[in-house]
Each structure stands twice: as structure tokens, then as C-alpha cells.
T-cell receptor, first 113, second 113 residues
Framework: DGGITQSPKYLFRKEGQNVTLSCEQN?????MYWYRQDPGQGLRLIYY???????QKGDIAEGYSVSREKKESFPLTVTSAQKNPTAFYLC????????????FGDGTRLSIL | GNSVTQMEGPVTLSEEAFLTINCTYT??????LFWYVQYPGEGLQLLLK?????DKGSNKGFEATYRKETTSFHLEKGSVQVSDSAVYFC????????????FGKGITLSVRP
């Protein structure tokens, strides 16, 4: 079955640590996205990538970094500069063309110890 | 810029009641419109979509019609079930925005037996 796999499902971070969230897709999609979801605030875009080796900042990129070395993979690093990282993180992908929906993974819940 | 406004929630209904969830949008071009559903602890699933004015998207008994004149895409279902309890997000994709989506804040629906 084609889909998007996010891992781990739950992640804990100590103060001052960087952590990396994994996102892999086998849908052959060109575009990939990272969102942050907080209660009552909907989804906010962190970073997105339209093609391999290229990515752009979203609305709340500060304290986060990404890479896109392979079409299938778009890992997100939450750095120690992100002062309030506790949230639910969602990865999505799409064909990258107009009118096409995004498909989502099941998310990673990050908490601070 | 683009924006999506959803009615305030949460919404609580009895099983077999009629459901309407309002969604209005502001966009610079001619967007595609989507409804997504999120069950507890999961990612978002595409529920239905419409790509041009007067299109009706439908799936699993849910319907929404793209109304350009009122810039609306209200979600309806004639008879809700307990299993419909979830968070519902309205979203738009502006063709000029490289397939990025703009989401509403979401609304929580609870259906009582």
C-alpha cells in the first residue's frame, strides 16, 4: 500500500537537545510538507519542498531545519532554538500541481522532558 | 492573502441528526477547496474536494458545494453517526501558491448515541 510513514509516533526531548522526525513516502510525490498542530490553532506550515534538494520556509520555520536529499524522504529537525517544541507534527505530500490534495502521515507527538 | 474561516466549535449532535459545518474563504485566484477529517491521534484524511465553481464533492454521505458567489464550501451530512466524531478542517489550494494549502482552524464534532 502506498502512503506516508512518520516515525516515531511519540518522541521526548530534553532541554537543549536537537531531535529529528522522520517522514517517508512511497507515493512518488514531488512535494512534501511539514506542519505543526497545536490545540485550537489548526495546522501551521513549517517547511515545504517542491523538488529534491530544494525547500522553502513556511510560516513558522524558526527553530526548525529540513533536508530533501531523496524524493521519498523529508526529515524535520527540531533544534534547541525552538523554545516551545511540544506539539503534534504532521508530514504531508502531494503531486505538487494545482488542484491536487495533500496526503498526510499519522503524525509524531513531541514532548519535552 | 488567502484565508479560510470555519464556524466556531465544538459541535455536539445526537445520532441521525443533520450536520452543517460552515466554511468561507478569501483567495486571490480560483482555488480548489477541500474538507479533511482527523480522528483522535491520527493524521488528516481527505474527505472530499471541489476544483471549480458549482462542483459538488461527496464521500461517505458528506457533501459540499463550491459556491463562488458566496465564497463558501459548507459541509453537510443528512444523518450523522457516532463514528463521524472527529475534527473537520476546511482548506483551499490557490493555483498560484505551488500546491500549498491554507487551512481553517478546524472544528470538533461529537456525536452522541
Amino acid at each position: 500500500d502506498g502512503g506516508i510513514t512518520q516515525s516515531p509516533k511519540y518522541l521526548f526531548r530534553k532541554e537543549g537537545q536537537n531531535v529529528t522526525l522522520s517522514c517517508e513516502q512511497n507515493l512518488n510525490h514531488d512535494a512534501m510538507y511539514w506542519y505543526r498542530q497545536d490545540p485550537g490553532q489548526g495546522l501551521r506550515l513549517i517547511y515545504y519542498s517542491q523538488i529534491v534538494n530544494d525547500f522553502q520556509k513556511g510560516d513558522i520555520a524558526e527553530g526548525y531545519s529540513v533536508s530533501r536529499e531523496k524524493k521519498e524522504s523529508f526529515p524535520l529537525t527540531v533544534t534547541s532554538a525552538q523554545k516551545n517544541p511540544t506539539a503534534f507534527y504532521l508530514c504531508a505530500s502531494s503531486m505538487g500541481r494545482e488542484h491536487q490534495p495533500q496526503h498526510f502521515g499519522d503524525g509524531t507527538r513531541l514532548s519535552i522532558l | 492573502g488567502n484565508s479560510v474561516t470555519q464556524m466556531e466549535g465544538p459541535v455536539t449532535l445526537s445520532e441521525e441528526a443533520f450536520l452543517t459545518i460552515n466554511c468561507t474563504y478569501t483567495a486571490t485566484g480560483y482555488p480548489s477547496l477541500f474538507w479533511y477529517v482527523q480522528y483522535p491521534g491520527e493524521g488528516l484524511q481527505l474527505l472530499l474536494k471541489a476544483t471549480k465553481a458549482d462542483d459538488k464533492g461527496s464521500n461517505k454521505g458528506f457533501e459540499a458545494t463550491y459556491r463562488k458567489e458566496t465564497t463558501s464550501f459548507h459541509l453537510e451530512k443528512g444523518s450523522v453517526q457516532v463514528s463521524d466524531s472527529a475534527v473537520y478542517f476546511c482548506a483551499l489550494s490557490d493555483p498560484g501558491a505551488n500546491s500549498k494549502l491554507t487551512f481553517g482552524k478546524g472544528i470538533t464534532l461529537s456525536v452522541r448515541p
